[in-house]
């Protein structure tokens, strides 16, 4: 009891942030990660370019995450054609020969206004709902023409003359604090080019929705105990089918239809159902132990015969 009163306060507190979205309105530095504020922008820095990548959905089966990469660019008079790779990285980058999984944006010289979507893979284990948390190191890379040279893209030239920010509009996962990671970390020996910033993405599952799970297979199990060790006999064996059934119609309250593969709450339900069937059997034999003698002889016959 002491447990659900400390849990259903941070569970209100999380339901109120994903009904009034507060996560979709925050804006992260990248790479650096940390929170951006009004006073951070420099409206007077021209020549500029403003950079947003937001996550927009995450797909579980197929384990990738899709990116939109929207904004503006501000130049006094043609802006330059500028190309931006964005990476699904990780580690092992000694150990890599071929780039990972990316993608690829160009913006021609009238495309001052622009939005793109890309769709990287990312790491997790949808097995572990609703505790599995994915990850996604996005490294950045490109080049940009310059009289008519291309240039590639350093951490000094992109600080001086763009901002990048990173955002979550996925409404069922949370994005932690993304941070910042050195890219010679993750720079392989031949890669076709330098990422002037990587940072990392991780998402996880909305606190409300992993303390609901928790009480509820909880509770479940408490029920299903109780009324295996407490319920007469005749009546567990005629209502074992029902008893079953409500156990595993909780997996329905938990689990979305987007998940194909076997969760950790499949596994809780199914351990519960066995429990059930194990104390069915003991509580029977314990039964029909009582009706018979050491011969086997039931009790009601050997009653009758004397």
Do not use: K
């Not at 009238?110 to 948390?133: A, C, K, M, N, R």
């Not at 991780?202 to 060790?229: G, N, Y």
């Amino acid at each position: 009891m002491l447990l659900v009163l400390i849990a259903l306060p941070i569970a209100f507190r999380s339901m109120g942030g994903e009904l009034l979205a507060q996560q979709q309105h925050r804006l992260y530095a990248f790479p650096s990660g940390v929170p951006v504020a009004e006073s951070v922008i420099d409206d007077g820095a021209v020549p500029h370019s403003y950079f947003n990548i937001a996550a927009v959905d995450l797909d579980e089966a197929a384990g990738s995450l899709t990116l939109a990469i929207s904004g503006h660019r501000v130049c006094p008079d043609t802006c330059p054609t500028l190309t931006l790779a964005l990476v699904s990285l990780n580690e092992g980058a000694h150990q890599r020969r071929a780039l990972p999984p990316s993608a690829e944006i160009t913006l021609t010289p009238d495309q001052d206004i622009f939005t793109e979507t890309v769709t990287l893979p990312l790491q997790g284990h949808p097995s572990l709902y609703p505790f599995d948390v994915y990850t996604l190191w996005l490294g950045l890379a490109g080049s940009v023409e310059a009289n008519g040279q291309e240039v590639p893209l350093s951490q000094e030239l992109v600080l001086e003359h763009a901002i990048i920010t990173t955002q979550n509009q996925v409404r069922e996962n949370t994005l932690w604090p993304p941070v910042a990671i050195d890219p010679q970390r993750v720079q392989g020996l031949t890669d076709p080019f330098a990422f002037f910033g990587v940072q990392q993405l991780r998402f996880d599952r909305p606190v409300h929705m992993e303390i609901l799970t928790a009480l509820l297979l909880t509770l479940m199990a408490i029920s299903a105990i109780l009324a295996v060790a407490m319920r007469d006999i005749r009546d567990l064996i005629f209502g074992v089918g029902s008893l079953i059934l409500a156990v595993w119609g909780i997996r329905s309250v938990l689990i979305p239809e987007s998940l194909p593969v076997t969760t950790s709450v499949d596994m809780a339900l199914s351990v519960i159902i066995l429990v059930v069937l194990l104390g069915l059997i003991v509580r029977a034999a314990w039964h029909f132990a009582g009706e018979g003698d050491v011969g086997g002889m039931p009790r009601r016959w050997r009653e009758g015969r004397q």
